[in-house]
């Protein structure tokens, strides 16, 4: 029974372990950002983003597509969870 006992719970803890992880990064919502920060996020698209590739066109997106996109280009990019915020929220303010 003992046996059992440890088999469940470590295969309870191997599952555990495998599944991902939940991400707190990258934007969410609307925009919370103050114009001064979203014009920050401009000069950050520009030169970041810039710096590896032509610049992308914000309306080429929908905002929902712009997370995926922002996900997995910041880190790329060194961006901090603000930086990250500004330049979504700059990209998004474009389209309006």
């Known amino acids: 029974m ?15 372990s495998c599944t991902p992880k939940a991400s707190t990064a990258g934007p969410v919502g609307p925009a919370v950002s103050t114009a001064e920060q979203i014009a920050q996020g401009k000069t950050i698209f520009e030169n970041s983003c ?13 905002s929902v597509q712009w997370v995926g996109i922002m996900n997995s280009m910041a880190p790329k990019a060194k961006l901090t969870d603000e930086q990250h915020q500004w330049v979504y929220d700059y990209i998004v303010s474009v389209k309006k």
Do not use: W, Y
């Open 2 to 16: 003992k046996k059992i006992s440890a088999a469940v719970l470590f295969t309870c803890i191997l599952l555990a």
């Open 50 to 62: 810039g710096r590896c590739h032509k610049l992308p066109d914000p309306a080429a997106h929908t």
